[in-house]
């Protein structure tokens, strides 16, 4: 059982992590024009169901590799916001 917890989490942490390098070439690039709201939106919903799984199936794994994302997700889109805004105005 252990072993199993501790696969989880560790593909958790790798799941949590996916979305870190596209907002760092976001924020670093200042644009995000290749990034859609269609494909934020999508994540967003995709994080919810599997957060809301992981809880019911009281899974901390499951939890993390949902709920950081989600966090990271929600960042892209204040990102994508500004940037947006940004290349509107200029």
């Known amino acids: 059982m252990f072993d199993y917890i501790i696969i989880g989490l560790i593909a958790a942490s790798i799941t949590s992590i996916r979305c870190i390098p596209q907002l760092y070439h976001m924020i670093k690039r200042k644009s995000t024009k290749d990034i859609s709201y269609l494909f934020l939106f999508v994540q967003i919903i995709e994080c919810i169901m599997w957060f809301t799984y992981g809880i019911l199936d009281e899974s901390l794994p499951v939890m993390i590799s949902s709920g950081v994302p989600f966090i ?3 960042l892209m889109i204040f990102t994508k916001i500004k940037y ?3 290349t509107n105005n200029i």
């Open 72 to 74: 990271i997700t929600i």
């Open 84 to 86: 947006d805004n940004n």
